[in-house]
Every structure is written in C-alpha cells, then in structure tokens.
C-alpha cells in the first residue's frame, strides 16, 4: 500500500470516496436529505479547496496497486497540543485489509512529527467505526451535538488518544 499527500486534483477521487462510503455506512442512519446536506456541505469541490487552502487540512490517500482504497484528512494545529482527524473512510471492500490501520498510522505519525501530542475525531454515535477507533487506543470523552443547520445535527462521541 502507498500513502501520499492528495491535492485538489484528486477531487474527483476524494468525492468519489465520500459518496460511497458515506451511503454505506449513514444509509440507515441519517435521513437521505441530511446525508445529501452534508455530502454537499464537506465534500463539494470549494469545501474541499478550502478545508485544503484556508483551514490546513492535509488529505492523504491510499493506494494499493494503482487504486484509491480510502483518505483521511487532518489538522495538525486544531487546538494548542491537539490536532484533529476530521476524515477517516476506507472503501467497504477495503475494511479489514488494513487501510484504515494504516491511514491512522500515518497520520500519527505526522502529527507526532509536528510535536502534538494529542490527536482527537468526532465519529457519529451509531457508526460501527467507534469500534474500530476503540481498538485504535482512541477514549470515548463524550457525546457531542454539532448544528450544522437546516435543522440537523451531527450526533457524535468526541474521541481522543494521547500519542
């Protein structure tokens, strides 16, 4: 598997993934309007140019024999002492072949690097992934209701894990 920085140019890919894995795994739990609103709201193409230009978040993408598994994007300066994951999706046929391992692996180890000590997600309360973040050394600090408007919330745990 090969990891590298991805770029607006990979938009197409970066969308492509979201759509996919989103309706995986949100199919049964957010209504069809609200997953549609958030689709629109994070993964457009100017919300992704400005989640990459304007708020420093570093996507990366995962490869295995020239086809795009899964991303992840990051913020290494989120709060003093504590970046945030903001993005973890591995392509359904990809779970458990070590993508998502690998994807957190690396993004440790830049936020490492960068001398955070602290890396902290958000995952929806009833997405299987919180297990998966569990098993990753992640502790569950709460649950979180984030307004995103039009009357719909994000419903989350607010996870972290000291690196």
Same mark, same amino acid.
Request: no cysteine; proline share 1%.
């Given at each position: 598997m090969l990891l590298k920085k991805a770029t607006i140019n990979?938009?197409?890919v970066i969308n492509h993934i979201a759509v996919i894995t989103w309706h995986a795994t949100?199919?049964?739990?957010?209504?069809?309007?609200?997953m549609d609103y958030m689709l629109g709201l994070m993964y457009s193409r100017s919300a992704i140019q400005e989640q990459m230009e304007e708020q420093g978040h570093c996507f990366? !993408?995962?490869?295995?024999?020239? @086809?795009?598994?899964? #991303?992840a994007a990051y913020q290494v300066d989120y709060k003093p002492g504590i970046a945030k994951l903001h993005k973890l999706y591995v392509l359904p046929e990809a779970?458990?072949?070590?993508?998502?391992?690998?994807? @957190?692996?690396? @993004?440790?180890s830049a936020v490492r690097?960068?001398? @955070?000590s602290n890396l902290m997600l958000n995952v929806n309360r009833f997405?299987?992934?919180?297990? /998966?973040?569990?098993?990753?050394? #992640?502790?569950? !600090?709460?649950?979180?209701?984030?307004?995103?408007g039009?009357? /719909? #919330?994000m419903e989350d745990y607010e996870m972290q894990k000291s690196l």
């Open positions: 990979d938009y197409d949100y199919g049964n739990i957010l209504t069809a309007q609200q990366l !993408l995962l490869e295995d024999n020239g @086809v795009v598994l899964g #991303f779970h458990g072949k070590g993508a998502g391992k690998a994807l @957190v692996a690396e @993004v440790e690097s960068a001398g @955070v997405n299987p992934a919180y297990n /998966f973040y569990l098993k990753s050394g #992640f502790v569950n !600090l709460g649950e979180v209701n984030v307004d995103i039009h009357g /719909f #919330f």
